[in-house]
């Protein structure tokens, strides 16, 4: 069972148990209510409206009201030096198709429930687990590593006054060579 409902100036095709987005519309989040331009109702039998039908009716929950993502808009006249950019964010309501009645009063619901989210109890969530996140990070990173045996760094201090020493008679015999050159 499926129908084409009107919404914002554009048509759905909608099905019980569906989510549709339609032009932002004046509702709170949760309200329940009936969609009020129904073009037709097609499964076993079809009706189709004149141009709308009377009798049949289509549920929906409002699950969600946002923006849509941003759409750059860019114009320019080449030539002119004439360039212009702006974005637009589309405002949008999310429905949750819950039944469906037919003119004959045949009602076609769906065993889903409606998931209303509420964007002030999300953005909650995520500060609470950002904050949960940085404690984490705070504890654990102040426990310090194990620490290496402690004759490890002596061998290589040995190593460095060792190679030292040998820089400092290598700079010495080229100094000698250089005075006897200028002899």
Do not use: C
């Not at 849509?68 to 360039?83: E, H, L, N, T």
């Not at 500060?127 to 404690?135: G, L, P, Q, V």
Request: hydrophobic share 35%; no cysteine; charged share 30%.
């Amino acid at each position: 069972m499926y129908a084409i409902i009107r919404a914002g100036g554009k048509q759905y095709k909608v099905q019980a148990g569906d989510t549709v987005r339609v032009e932002k519309l004046e509702k709170n989040l949760g309200d329940k209510f009936n969609l009020p331009e129904v073009l037709m109702v097609g499964g076993d039998k079809t009706f189709v409206g004149s141009p709308l039908l009377d009798k049949a009716i289509v549920t929906a929950v409002v699950t969600r009201q946002a923006k849509a993502p941003k759409v750059i808009v860019f114009k320019k006249k080449r030539r002119q030096g004439y360039r212009k950019m702006q974005g637009h964010r589309q405002l949008f309501t999310e429905l949750f198709i819950q039944s469906i009645t037919t003119p004959e009063g045949t009602v076609f619901n769906t065993d889903k429930t409606a998931q209303v989210i509420d964007p002030v109890k999300s953005q909650a969530r995520k500060d609470a687990a950002k904050a949960e996140a940085k404690a984490a990070k705070r504890t654990g990173g102040k426990t310090a590593a194990p620490k290496k045996a402690a004759a490890a760094p002596k061998k290589k201090a040995a190593k460095k006054a060792t190679s030292t020493a040998k820089k400092t008679t290598k700079k010495a015999g080229a100094k000698k060579a250089t005075a006897k050159k200028s002899k």
